[in-house]
């Protein structure tokens, strides 16, 4: 699976969108990309994936350029109980032995009131 | 649907001792993992099963064992505790579409004095 980089922290006021950027320039074709979250050592939250086109669910919108070597993850009005781990993952689509999400250390969001 | 069900929630073993942490699902899910987090770091995955009776290591398997008897049940046995197994251990669970998302429990933390 394609390795990604997050930035390790992030800030962002109450009320304001939360952009949190990710960068995987050695995605393949058949790589989705997925994003986690994890609330203080709570278990991981799935929030939203996608392949090529942006994608929207009711907690955030998935923007993914159209070279598809990054991602932004955005949170449209950022509350106190966003506060997280943000993990963003690319995996192969498919079932079989190969599926598993490898996790790195994510970006830190921190919503300030 | 009580979802990932992760027991016991917190443990605290003695060096040598083993013991076994237990997950249930009731979401008929196929595929299910068991991950590790150290302190600061991204999760990382010990074993995981595709169904019953199927099962097969992840990155770091090395002083666990699983068994998957049943779709429901996925417990990982420690034998032998070390330090080096103090973690916080969550179970996961998903369908095995190609982009099932995967539902985790609350955890399970582990110290070995």
Known sequence: ?113 | NAGVTQTPKFRILKIGQSMTLQCTQDMNHNYMYWYRQDPGMGLKLIYYSVGAGITDKGEVPNGYNVSRSTTEDFPLRLELAAPSQTSVYFCASSFWTATGELFFGEGSRLTVL
């Open chain 1, 1 to 113: 699976d394609a390795k990604t980089t997050q930035p390790t922290s992030m800030d962002c006021a109450e009320g304001r969108a939360a952009n949190l950027p990710c960068n995987h320039s050695t995605i393949s074709g058949n790589e989705y990309v997925y994003w986690y979250r994890q609330i203080h050592s709570q278990g991981p939250q799935y929030i939203i994936h996608g392949l090529k086109n942006n994608e929207t669910n009711e907690m955030a919108s998935l923007i993914i350029t159209e070279d598809r070597k990054s991602s932004t993850l955005i949170l449209p009005h950022a509350t106190l109980r966003d506060t997280a781990v943000y993990y963003c993952i690319v995996r192969v689509a498919g079932g079989g032995s190969n599926y598993k999400l490898t996790f790195g250390k994510g970006t830190l969001l921190t919503v300030n009131p």
